[in-house]
């Protein structure tokens, strides 16, 4: 996930943002994983 760093003025924007960027996510058809093995490490 790539959330761009901005000043959110207010915590509804914040929450649009956070919002937008999951559905966006969510909508690739192809999702990048996490590997298990970078936690263990």
Known sequence: LE???T???SPINF???IFSTLIS???QP???SISSS????
């Not at 970078?38 to 490490?41: Q, R």
């Open 15 to 17: 929450l649009v943002h």
């Open 30 to 32: 192809k999702k990048p």
């Open 25 to 27: 996510y969510s909508m």
């Open 38 to 41: 970078f936690f263990i490490s």
């Open 7 to 9: 000043c959110h003025r």
């Open 3 to 5: 959330i761009e760093h």
